[in-house]
């Protein structure tokens, strides 16, 4: 019963920033472990960043290390990621999800509720 919305995305050059936002209603998030998965055009579809329900706990695809940030609010029932350096390997739909658990979680089948994306393309 997790509805999940992302919003944030758009169009940058190589080395730009964006902040890609996921909204979720229907339940309160705080006891949900969350994260960021990432579909390119004819590939499957990538972890990318999680986040564990406290916010003790993240983690990282070596391809996005040092460059993202993953983030919650739960009082405002939000989640985050600041996406730094932007390459054009970047490029695709990121899609956020959740799952009730208190520890962090990486493997996405893991995850019940997921929002319908919002696209990043990474061009100048």
């Known amino acids: 019963q997790v509805q999940l919305v992302e919003s944030g995305g758009g169009l940058v050059q190589p080395g730009g920033s964006l902040r890609l936002s996921c909204a979720a209603s229907?339940?309160?998030?705080?006891?949900?472990?969350m994260g960021w998965f990432r579909q390119a055009p004819g590939k499957e579809r990538e972890f990318v960043s999680a986040?564990?329900?406290?916010?003790?706990?993240?983690n990282y695809a070596d391809s996005v290390k040092g460059r993202f940030a993953i983030s919650r609010d739960n009082a405002k029932n939000t989640l985050y990621l600041q996406m730094n350096g932007l390459k054009p390997e970047d490029t695709g739909v990121y899609y956020c999800?959740?799952?009730?658990?208190?520890?962090?979680?990486?493997?996405?089948?893991?995850?019940?509720?997921w929002g319908q994306g919002t696209q990043v393309t990474v061009s100048s």
């Open positions: 986040i564990n329900p406290s916010s003790r706990s993240t």
């Open positions: 229907g339940r309160t998030i705080g006891s949900y472990a």
């Open positions: 999800a959740a799952v009730l658990s208190l520890s962090l979680v990486i493997s996405q089948r893991t995850y019940q509720y």
